[in-house]
C-alpha cells in the first residue's frame, strides 16, 4: 500500500505568515490605524517586515542542524522570495509615494545619504538571489549559485546598517537609536557563525550521538 501524501501544513503556514504583515498593512490604513505619516510609516513597516523575513530565511540552515529536521529545509526559498517582495514594497513606497518616482530628488538623495547608499547596496546585493532562486537556474549554475546565494549575508549586514542609519543611529560609535538593528544585527551574525563548516558538522555530529538510539 502507497503512503500517503503527508499535508503540507509547514509550507501552507509559511505562505500564511509571508502574506499576513501586507493584509494587516493594508486594514491598518483603511481603518486610520497607522501614525499621523501614513506613508513613511508604511515605508518603515515594510522596511522592518523585510528584516524579519530575512532573518527567518537564515535561521533555515541552522535550524535544521541544530534539529535535523529536514521538512523545512525547501522553505528556505519562499522565506528569502518574501524577503526580497517586502524590501521591494518598501523600496516602491520610498520612490513612488514619497518623491512620485521624481529622478530629480530621488538621485541626489541617494548619493548624499548613507541610509540610502546603503539600502540601495542591499537591495543590489538581494537582487541576483531572488532572480536566480528558480530551478532552472539552480541546475543551470550548479555549484556556482551556492557561492553566489552567500550573498545573502553581506545582505543581511549591509541591511544592518541602512536600518540603523534610516533611524539616525551608529552602530559603530554605539550612538542614537541603533538597539533594534544592534538585536537582529548580533542575530545575523550568529547564524553566520552557525553556518560555518567546522561548527555544522561538530552540531550535526553532537545531535546525531544525543538522539540515535543506543
Same mark, same amino acid.
Given at each position: 500500500? *502507497?503512503? *500517503? !501524501?503527508? /499535508?503540507?501544513?509547514? @509550507?501552507?503556514?509559511?505562505?500564511?505568515?509571508?502574506?499576513? %504583515?501586507?493584509?494587516?498593512?493594508?486594514? &491598518?490604513?483603511?481603518?486610520?490605524?497607522?501614525?499621523?505619516?501614513?506613508? @513613511?510609516?508604511?515605508?518603515?513597516?515594510? =522596511?522592518?517586515?523585510?528584516?524579519?523575513? #530575512?532573518?527567518?530565511?537564515?535561521?533555515?540552515?541552522?535550524?535544521?542542524?541544530?534539529? =535535523?529536521?529536514?521538512?523545512?529545509?525547501? !522553505?528556505?526559498?519562499?522565506?528569502?522570495? &518574501?524577503?526580497?517582495?517586502?524590501?521591494?514594497?518598501?523600496?516602491?513606497?520610498?520612490?513612488?509615494?514619497?518623491?512620485?518616482? $521624481? #529622478?530629480? @530628488?530621488?538621485?541626489?538623495?541617494? /548619493?548624499? *545619504?548613507? &541610509?540610502?547608499?546603503?539600502?540601495?547596496?542591499?537591495?543590489?546585493?538581494?537582487?541576483? #538571489?531572488?532572480?536566480?532562486?528558480?530551478?532552472? /537556474?539552480?541546475?543551470?549554475?550548479?555549484? $556556482?549559485? *551556492?557561492?553566489?546565494?552567500?550573498? +545573502?549575508? %553581506?545582505?543581511?549586514?549591509?541591511?544592518?546598517?541602512?536600518?540603523?542609519?534610516?533611524?539616525?543611529?551608529? +552602530?559603530?560609535?554605539?550612538?542614537?537609536?541603533? +538597539?533594534?538593528?544592534?538585536?537582529? =544585527?548580533?542575530? +545575523?551574525?550568529?547564524?553566520?557563525?552557525?553556518?560555518?563548516?567546522?561548527?555544522?558538522?561538530?552540531?550535526?555530529?553532537?545531535?546525531?550521538?544525543?538522539?540515535?538510539?543506543?
Amino acid at each position: 500500500m *502507497k503512503n *500517503k !501524501r503527508r /499535508f503540507p501544513w509547514l @509550507q501552507i503556514a509559511v505562505h500564511i505568515i509571508g502574506w499576513l %504583515p501586507l493584509a494587516l498593512l493594508i486594514i &491598518y490604513f483603511f481603518t486610520d490605524n497607522l501614525t499621523v505619516n501614513p506613508i @513613511q510609516d508604511i515605508e518603515q513597516r515594510l =522596511g522592518r517586515i523585510a528584516v524579519y523575513f #530575512l532573518v527567518a530565511t537564515l535561521a533555515i540552515t541552522p535550524l535544521y542542524t541544530v534539529t =535535523g529536521w529536514r521538512t523545512v529545509l525547501p !522553505r528556505r526559498r519562499a522565506l528569502g522570495l &518574501y524577503t526580497f517582495f517586502y524590501a521591494s514594497l518598501h523600496i516602491m513606497v520610498f520612490l513612488g509615494l514619497d518623491y512620485a518616482f $521624481n #529622478l530629480s @530628488q530621488i538621485i541626489p538623495l541617494l /548619493f548624499g *545619504k548613507l &541610509y540610502l547608499i546603503a539600502g540601495v547596496l542591499a537591495f543590489s546585493l538581494l537582487l541576483p #538571489l531572488a532572480v536566480t532562486s528558480f530551478d532552472y /537556474f539552480i541546475r543551470r549554475m550548479g555549484r $556556482n549559485w *551556492k557561492r553566489l546565494h552567500w550573498l +545573502i549575508y %553581506p545582505a543581511g549586514l549591509v541591511v544592518i546598517l541602512h536600518y540603523a542609519w534610516s533611524l539616525k543611529g551608529n +552602530i559603530f560609535t554605539l550612538q542614537g537609536n541603533i +538597539i533594534q538593528p544592534l538585536i537582529w =544585527g548580533f542575530v +545575523i551574525l550568529v547564524l553566520l557563525i552557525l553556518r560555518l563548516s567546522p561548527l555544522r558538522r561538530w552540531i550535526s555530529s553532537t545531535r546525531r550521538k544525543l538522539f540515535s538510539p543506543h
